[in-house]
């Protein structure tokens, strides 16, 4: 990479590479600008798929497992300019697909068995049924009543609720930009800081875990959906009814690794899981999105439900107008 490297620094203007080593050098700690490169030179590799893996992904391929973020303007073609695109490596995600992050598929296979309900779980090369307790109505806390679609009517799109166990930490926050930062640590930005959070007693599960969450993710609002890019150290799960294939009755987990983002929620198909109950937890909320914070919940790993994960959020989306 390194000739190629070299022939695309000597393209750049001052400004431009300084903004590089600014963004670089922090890692993607802040939001920062846009690092503009030329377009239609005789390159083998495009400017932000040689930037992304000289300094983040040394096993990159190809444009198409990029995803610029959501505050990039030249992810897709520049700001109204057809002659730059953005290459800041610190712009770009990876999308998380199956075949790179480990999917949990949850369905019941047999409602009235005699020992309760079984749930599936699918992991990589291997199929198996678990027995979940018969009675398992309480573990998930009872839904919140105040968060009923025809009480928001201030404008904002989700509201996020932070959870430690079985616990509420804080009061709700609400989200009315098109994008939110979710951390407990950093340097510089905005958002739902965790870190501020009050509790009475914290246990040393809880500690741990909060002391992994760091730069957090961030959660943004896009056409189509809502996506997550996970910008801490440490993988992030998430499920909600839209993850699955289309027209499963199932839930699914992902791990979503560092760098990476996944396409969390579809409005689209959010109408098509109404009515929605999950083995072990009862109904499921169609808008509702649960991330774990380091942790993994269901059948392939100790925590059955997400309720047993230190820390995790809740995301209460508004129906679309």
């Not at 444009?63 to 073609?77: D, F, M, Q, S, V």
């Not at 020992?115 to 806390?141: E, H, I, K, N, T």
């Not at 910008?231 to 839209?242: G, L, N």
């Amino acid at each position: 990479l390194k000739p190629a490297a070299h022939a695309l620094f000597k393209k750049l203007k001052d400004e431009e590479l300084e903004l590089l080593v600014q963004a670089v050098e922090s890692r993607g700690a802040w939001e920062s600008s846009c690092v503009w490169a030329p377009r239609g030179a005789k390159q083998a590799l495009p400017p932000q798929v040689l930037l992304c893996r000289l300094y983040r992904w040394p096993d990159l391929r190809q444009p198409h497992e990029l995803k610029p973020l959501c505050y990039c303007a030249g992810g897709r073609g520049g700001c109204g300019e057809v002659a730059a695109l953005c290459c800041n490596p610190h712009h770009f995600s990876r999308l998380a697909a199956p075949g790179e992050c480990r999917w949990l598929r949850w369905s019941l296979s047999s409602t009235h068995s005699p020992s309760g309900p079984w749930a599936a779980w699918l992991c990589p090369g291997r199929q198996q049924c678990v027995p979940l307790p018969g009675d398992c109505s309480s573990a998930l806390p009872s839904p919140d009543t105040s968060l009923s679609w025809s009480t928001l009517k201030d404008g904002c799109w989700c509201k996020l609720a932070y959870w430690e166990h079985r616990t509420r930490v804080g009061r709700l926050y609400a989200v009315h930009e098109s994008s939110v930062n979710i951390f407990c640590e950093l340097p510089r930005g905005s958002g739902f800081c965790l870190g501020q959070l009050p509790a009475a007693h914290r246990s040393r599960a809880v500690r741990r875990a909060r002391g992994k969450i760091g730069r957090g993710l961030l959660l943004s609002r896009e056409p189509g959906g809502v996506w997550a890019y996970n910008r801490s150290e440490h993988p992030i799960f998430v499920s909600s009814p839209t993850l699955g294939p289309p027209g499963a009755r199932e839930l699914t987990v992902l791990k979503v690794l560092p760098g990476y983002s996944a396409k969390v929620f579809d409005y689209e198909r959010a109408g098509g899981v109404a009515g929605w109950r999950i083995p072990g937890e009862g109904p499921c909320d169609p808008h509702c999105v649960r991330i774990s914070f380091a942790k993994g919940w269901g059948p392939c790993y100790s925590r059955q439900f997400i309720t047993s994960c230190p820390c995790w959020l809740e995301v209460l989306l508004n129906r679309p107008r």
